[in-house]
């Protein structure tokens, strides 16, 4: 049984005080303009944020689950509970992904996935000794998946490049129309045999979902489901972050 405060649509309640001293971290809201918001203090083993019957509440998100996420102060680490939506954490530093890895950027929801041997390796079709003529052979390493809010995809993005550039203006890969996307926002370089994701210093980030419970560092960004919170660590036991 936890002992982190209860809350009402994200505010801590009144009765927080003697919990507030106990604290080992925060969850700092930020707004749309990237300012600070609400301070929402953790105590205790753990505190969770969802929609409903959660430590932290955000009662109008319907991206939320009820519980969503939980944040443990062993480590300290966040646990995904939800999921349907899940949580991303922004990435400070190039990255190796994975087959599968989700990633938002912008306001683009993209899945990641590795290409076969036998997809690579397109062989042309010969039909009683002629081959069919047809665009040069490409190998490519990867491809994209854009993922919409009815779980289908519409766009599938083949990489073939070492390094692929997405943005709003400039790169292999252009989302015109997408506002929260920087000119040049992210690259995807094949390298190794491993896929690195880099941001680009864009204004709005590029964030990774976590396929399950990772360790947090203090300045930590998490997005669940339309919020963002900065995460950090209290700099001394018991004392408030």
Same mark, same amino acid.
């Given at each position: 049984?936890?002992?982190?405060?209860?809350?009402?649509?994200?505010?801590? $309640?009144?009765?927080? %005080?003697?919990?507030? #001293?106990?604290?080992?971290?925060?969850?700092?809201?930020?707004?749309?303009?990237?300012?600070?918001? /609400?301070?929402?203090?953790?105590?205790?083993?753990?505190?969770?944020?969802?929609?409903?019957?959660?430590?932290?509440?955000?009662?109008?998100?319907?991206?939320?689950?009820?519980?969503?996420?939980?944040?443990?102060?062993?480590?300290?680490?966040?646990?995904?509970?939800?999921?349907?939506?899940?949580?991303?954490? &922004?990435?400070? *530093?190039?990255?190796?992904?994975?087959? %599968?890895?989700? @990633? !938002?950027?912008?306001? *683009?929801?993209?899945?990641?996935?590795?290409?076969?041997? /036998?997809?690579?390796?397109? &062989?042309? @079709?010969?039909?009683? %000794?002629?081959?069919?003529?047809?665009?040069?052979?490409?190998?490519?390493?990867?491809?994209?998946?854009?993922?919409?809010?009815?779980?289908?995809?519409? /766009?599938?993005?083949?990489? $073939?490049?070492?390094?692929?550039?997405?943005?709003?203006?400039?790169?292999? @890969?252009?989302?015109?129309?997408?506002?929260? !996307? $920087?000119?040049?926002?992210?690259? !995807?370089?094949?390298?190794?045999?491993?896929?690195?994701?880099?941001?680009?210093?864009?204004?709005?980030?590029?964030?990774?979902? @976590?396929?399950?419970?990772?360790?947090?560092? $203090?300045?930590?960004?998490?997005?669940?489901?339309? #919020?963002?919170?900065?995460?950090?660590?209290?700099?001394?036991?018991?004392?408030?972050?």
């Amino acid at each position: 049984m936890h002992t982190a405060a209860a809350t009402v649509a994200g505010v801590p $309640s009144a009765s927080a %005080g003697a919990v507030l #001293q106990k604290t080992w971290g925060a969850l700092i809201s930020l707004r749309k303009d990237g300012s600070d918001g /609400d301070r929402y203090p953790l105590g205790g083993e753990w505190s969770t944020i969802g929609r409903a019957g959660a430590d932290i509440e955000f009662a109008n998100d319907r991206f939320l689950a009820r519980h969503h996420a939980r944040l443990d102060s062993s480590g300290p680490r966040v646990i995904p509970l939800d999921r349907l939506n899940g949580v991303y954490r &922004r990435i400070e *530093e190039p990255l190796a992904i994975s087959d %599968g890895t989700l @990633l !938002l950027l912008g306001r *683009e929801v993209l899945r990641f996935e590795l290409i076969t041997d /036998d997809e690579r390796h397109a &062989r042309p @079709l010969v039909r009683h %000794g002629v081959a069919l003529f047809g665009s040069p052979p490409r190998e490519p390493w990867g491809r994209l998946l854009q993922i919409l809010a009815n779980g289908g995809v519409r /766009d599938i993005r083949h990489l $073939s490049d070492p390094r692929v550039t997405i943005g709003r203006e400039e790169g292999e @890969l252009i989302f015109s129309d997408d506002a929260f !996307l $920087s000119r040049r926002h992210a690259t !995807l370089t094949w390298h190794g045999g491993r896929c690195i994701i880099e941001d680009l210093g864009s204004s709005n980030g590029t964030f990774v979902r @976590l396929a399950g419970p990772t360790l947090l560092n $203090s300045g930590d960004h998490l997005r669940m489901g339309d #919020q963002l919170f900065r995460f950090e660590i209290a700099s001394q036991p018991g004392s408030m972050p």
